[in-house]
T-cell receptor
Framework: DAKTTQPNSMESNEEEPVHLPCNHS???????IHWYRQLPSQGPEYVIH???SNVNNRMASLAIAEDRKSSTLILHRATLRDAAVYYC????????????FGTGTRLTVIP | DGGITQSPKYLFRKEGQNVTLSCEQN?????MYWYRQDPGQGLRLIYY???????QKGDIAEGYSVSREKKESFPLTVTSAQKNPTAFYLC????FGRGLNTEAFFGQGTRLTVV
């Protein structure tokens, strides 16, 4: 299964944009890129996903590189509530329906 | 309200005892998953199930067992063979099907402490 690589931690000032990177150099043509975030002592929650084109929703934007070997989750204005661990995972379109999570990026938002 | 429910939130057991963690969903999802999370670590997949009466081992299945007798339920048993069972356990569910790619929904977790 294709895996992802993320920085262990990042910091951002409140009200500033945040760009969370993810490398997935072994991604296959049918893998979707999913992002989840986990607040302390809670289960992860879905943020956004995409295949090839950039995606926007009310929570964030997802920018996908043209070769699909990397992607970036963009939080347009970080708030204290955005402090969490962010996971980038690959989900196959067909085949085994397992979900593999890595260690994610711990985002600290500074007031 | 539709959702996925794990119970109990906190569980204490003596070493050597088997313990079963509950996971129920009313989202009509085919696929269900169990993960283990240790402090400061990511999620590791224990077992997953794509349909009733079928399940597959994940990365760390040793010392755990599951059943999937009903679509709504996917209980996880932590057996005495699991050497280090104290952890945060998370259950998730999602739609399954070829060509479908949707998000997974997670429960709030069960924190198991073995003393």
């Amino acid at each position: 299964d294709a895996k992802t690589t993320q920085p262990n931690s990042m910091e951002s000032n409140e009200e500033e944009p945040v760009h969370l990177p993810c490398n997935h150099s072994t991604i296959s043509g049918t893998d979707y890129i999913h992002w989840y975030r986990q607040l302390p002592s809670q289960g992860p929650e879905y943020v956004i996903h995409g295949l090839t084109s950039n995606v926007n929703n009310r929570m964030a934007s997802l920018a996908i590189a043209e070769d699909r070997k990397s992607s970036t989750l963009i939080l347009h204005r970080a708030t204290l509530r955005d402090a969490a661990v962010y996971y980038c995972i690959l989900r196959p379109q067909t085949g085994a329906n397992n979900l593999f999570f890595g260690t994610g990026t711990r985002l600290t938002v500074i007031p | 309200d539709g959702g996925i429910t794990q119970s109990p939130k906190y569980l204490f057991r003596k070493e050597g005892q088997n313990v079963t963690l509950s996971c129920e969903q009313n989202l009509n999802h085919d696929a269900m998953y169990w993960y283990r999370q240790d402090p400061g670590q990511g999620l590791r997949l224990i077992y997953y199930s794509q349909i009733v009466n079928d399940f597959q081992k994940g990365d760390i299945a040793e010392g755990y067992s599951v059943s999937r007798e009903k679509k709504e339920s996917f209980p996880l048993t932590v057996t005495s063979a699991q050497k280090n069972p104290t952890a945060f356990y998370l259950c998730a569910s999602s739609i399954f099907g070829r060509g479908l790619n949707t998000e997974a929904f997670f429960g709030q977790g069960t924190r198991l402490t073995v003393v």
